[in-house]
């Protein structure tokens, strides 16, 4: 509801962080050399691709692993490692084929006990970004990243930041809208009665904020109750971003499936005003034009995982309103930009709990992992989550999955999870067999968008686009569906012929990879495209 109007300092060195955040909330201002990246630069496992990879060792119980993969086709990975009671590590660890691993930096903090971590990929940037949140402190409470070589310590940015009457930051997730990273919390506000409440905080590559907005704005409660709510995620399609989180309804005694939606049109997002009270529109999370609950009703819903591919949205969440009383994994899905919502049940065995679950989704292609007494399954929809494939068990060691709150994660190259067949909790990595779609952009005669499946499957369905910006009078924009690309092969799309005068950008979407490029338009001419 508030803004922030913020300044921000100077940025973070490989051993050091800067907060500065100034604002009409009484945000707090300092500079603090106690929060760190270790380089480690160490090999810690190698394996073949035929089975689970292990991918952290030691004695440490490791837990809360993230995935995502860079702009170089590497398989990075985060997750905390629990030394004691009072030393939580942050580990970093990447692979350029999923059978070796290296761990390049882990990150410790002020208080020594971080949490939360969560990545994502930076498509307008090619960056990775890393988040996480420092609960035992109240002042600098919530960590971020930019990561421009996960290899080289030397390209790690980073910023932390905190507000002086909220408290209690206890998770943290992100996404990207071009070059801007946003960062959702949830943390207590006891000023305002508010527990458990989102809090979205928008940052240039500069760690700056727009300055057509505010920095940060919390949600007030006016229109959707969010508050008091747990375990955050959020999204990026096309034409429309979302954040979900489990909210405890302290009325009806249930828990339940909170939505936000706001464009990713930046000259929309980027204007002020036009909300209830002068409040901005797309900008400020409480009057976000899209918002409602999933998986309302008699029973309860939790721990909601969501991805996104140009219109189509997925929700997966656990469900227990059934007569059974147990655990069921339901996806509530959209084809229209969140404008409208089905749901299916992605797995609902009786009288057997199915939980934690995670999701990943390319086109109208979506992919599944969850947890089923002891084991971690992968089932597979090809309708946009209307209908599921029979489950195919991924860990190969039985009943060695520990279940837990974001224990499991999935993105386009594999899956991780928490595993113990080793007496102690153990991050391990599997291969996804799905479609890995690569992206580049090439000018000359006009402009096409190369795109390539390195995945082990075919891709079905793909929407892709492409636009230039600048004095561009044909072929602006342009978009399309590629109905099958198998494993292995190519194929370019895009406007073709063009016709302009001008600098000009582009962007193009396939599949929900992004690949941008500069270049110059001369007539029909698209040259030093780079």
């Known amino acids: 509801m508030r803004k922030i109007v913020a300044l921000v300092g100077v940025l973070v060195l490989v051993a050091s962080m800067t907060s500065a955040i100034n604002g009409t909330n009484g945000t707090r201002d300092a500079y603090i050399e106690d929060t760190c990246i270790v380089p480690l630069h160490k090999t810690i496992a190698t394996s073949n691709l035929q089975g689970n990879v292990q991918i952290s060792a030691g004695e440490e119980n490791d837990i809360t692993p993230t995935i995502t993969v860079d702009g170089n086709g590497r398989v990075v990975v985060a997750y905390l490692s629990q030394a004691s009671i009072l030393e939580h590590y942050i580990y970093l660890a990447y692979s350029e084929d999923g059978s070796t691993w290296e761990l390049p930096a882990y990150v410790y903090t002020e208080s020594g006990v971080a949490a939360s971590p969560y990545l994502d ?58 070059y801007l990273f946003l960062q959702m919390v949830l943390c207590d506000e006891p000023g305002r009665g508010l527990m458990g409440v989102p809090t979205l905080i928008y940052w240039t590559p500069e760690w700056d904020h727009p300055t057509e907005i505010g920095g940060g704005y919390y949600d007030g409660q006016s229109i959707l109750k969010t508050a008091p709510s747990i375990d955050p995620e959020m999204a990026t399609g096309a034409n429309k971003m979302i954040m979900v989180m489990q909210h405890n309804n302290e009325t009806t005694g249930h828990s339940e499936i909170a939505y936000k939606m706001t464009v990713t049109d930046l000259d929309l997002l980027l204007t002020s005003g036009g909300g209830p009270g002068g409040m901005d529109k797309y900008a400020d999370i409480e009057v976000w034009p899209w918002q409602g609950y999933l998986g309302k ?62 999701v990943y989704m390319m086109g109208n292609t979506v ?39 974001n224990y499991v994660d999935i993105c386009s190259k594999g899956i991780v999870w928490v595993d113990n067949r080793n007496g102690n909790n153990d991050i391990y990595f599997a291969t996804l067999p799905a479609p890995i779609i690569k992206v580049s952009i090439s000018g000359g005669f006009g402009v096409k968008a190369n795109v390539c499946n390195e995945g082990t499957e075919a891709a079905q369905n793909v929407p892709w686009s492409v636009d230039l910006t600048g004095l561009v009078f044909l072929g602006k924009h342009a978009e399309g569906t590629i109905d099958t690309l198998n494993p292995g092969d190519c194929t370019t799309v895009g406007p073709g012929l063009v016709f302009g005068f001008g600098p000009t950008t582009i962007t193009a979407t396939v599949g929900g990879k992004t690949a941008t490029a500069s270049g110059f338009v001369l007539g029909p001419l698209v040259l030093g495209v780079s």
């Open 297 to 358: 009703g008699n029973g309860d819903s939790a721990h909601p995982s969501v991805a996104a591919s140009g219109s189509n949205f997925v929700v997966v969440y656990m469900n227990n309103d059934n007569i059974y009383g147990d655990w069921d994994i339901i996806c509530a899905y959209s084809n229209d930009d969140g404008e409208t919502w089905e749901t299916s049940v992605v797995a609902g065995e009786h009288p057997v709990d199915e939980t934690y679950p995670a």
């Open 121 to 178: 990929y930076m498509p307008g940037t090619g960056k990775v970004t890393l988040s996480y949140v420092d609960p035992a402190t109240n002042e600098y409470a919530v960590h971020g990243w930019y990561i421009g070589d996960i290899t080289d310590t030397e390209t790690y940015d980073g910023i932390r930041w905190g507000w002086t009457d909220s408290e209690n930051y206890q998770y943290v997730a992100s996404t990207s809208v071009e």
């Open 367 to 405: 992919y599944v992992a969850y947890i089923k007494e002891g084991n971690l399954y992968l089932v597979k929809s090809e309708d946009g989550g209307a209908t599921w494939s029979e489950p195919e068990q991924i860990n190969d060691v039985d009943e060695s999955v520990v279940a837990g709150e």
